[in-house]
């Protein structure tokens, strides 16, 4: 009983929605089909493929404390390997960059 109350308590700490696509259109068109979910809320996007650890402090946390400090989009990155992609920023602000 004790587990159930804990797996009880969990679900109420967010609300968590999954979205599959019927077409792989890309990251934006999955992101437009849970707009219904979003609507002007705060979100995050993860991918399954991506799991990131960071024992002092987790890393969807981490966004969420730049979000709140700036109240703007915030976007994770981290370097990919030989086949990793590029990316080229253009913003008048850069807030961090850590390897």
């Known amino acids: 009983m004790e587990q159930l109350e804990e797996i009880q308590e969990i679900s109420k700490l967010a609300n968590i929605h999954y979205i599959r696509q019927k ?4 990251l934006g068109h999955a992101i437009g ?3 219904r979910f979003i ?7 993860l991918l399954g493929d991506d799991i990131l650890y960071s024992p002092e402090k987790p890393c969807l946390k981490q966004l969420i404390d730049v979000y709140e400090r700036f109240n703007s989009s915030v976007l994770g990155l981290f370097a990919g390997g030989a086949d ?3 990316i080229e920023v253009r913003c008048d602000f850069f807030y961090k960059w850590t390897n």
């Open 23 to 26: 077409v792989p259109l890309g």
């Open 33 to 35: 089909c849970a707009k």
């Open 39 to 45: 609507g002007d809320e705060p979100f995050a996007v």
């Open 84 to 86: 990793g992609g590029c």
